[in-house]
């Protein structure tokens, strides 16, 4: 098990970086933030705009410990990079790490996460949590959400994934599928 220094959770959230979502996905974010900062989870996303980015600003707000994993290799670059990476640069993260590349430090991330979670989400999002399930990690995904979300217990039976032996939880309340992610770890 890979906990912070504290021992708290840490959960890796992939979501779409989309910045123009609807008011139904905010507030989806904003609780999910709030429940996570509850929980005293650590929270670590790609360091992108969109939903990801609304979690970590309100698990922030309520206290929590934010990690961004940016696409770039230094500060200079992340504020280059801010449009065409899509950089949440707003200082809603207690700590800053810097990769080459999405799929670098989408691995990395993983890697360092004691858990997954995924709501709504596109391409990028899709091709997390697939590698997290690759990789054995705990991954819950939040059903009608919106996205791919909402097609992954398809995906996971098409192509033959046992959910319950592999720790993944598929469900619609985002409460029960956090705390049976922090369940797999405790």
Do not use: W
């Not at 993983?110 to 997390?128: K, Q, Y």
């Amino acid at each position: 098990m890979k906990k912070s220094k504290n021992n708290k959770i840490k959960i890796a959230v992939f979501s779409s970086a989309y910045n123009n979502p609807n008011q139904e996905h905010i507030d989806m974010a904003q609780k999910i933030g709030k429940y996570l900062a509850e929980k005293n989870c650590v929270i670590l996303t790609g360091g992108c705009i969109g939903l990801p980015a609304m979690v970590a600003a309100h698990a922030h707000a309520f206290g929590a410990e934010t990690v961004a994993y940016y696409p770039d290799v230094s500060e200079k670059e992340l504020i280059k990079n801010k449009k065409v990476h899509n950089n949440d640069i707003d200082g809603n993260y207690s700590e800053k790490k810097f990769y080459d590349g999405f799929t670098k430090r989408s691995i990395e991330m993983i890697h360092d996460a004691d858990v997954a979670l995924a709501f709504n989400g596109r391409l990028g999002t899709l091709s997390e949590i697939t590698v997290a399930i690759e990789e054995g990690l705990p991954t819950g995904i939040i059903e009608k959400s919106g996205g791919v979300s909402d097609e992954m217990r398809k995906l996971c039976t098409l192509v033959g994934r046992d959910l319950e032996y592999e720790n993944i939880t598929i469900d619609a309340d985002y409460e029960k599928v956090i705390d049976e992610l922090i369940q797999y770890v405790r």
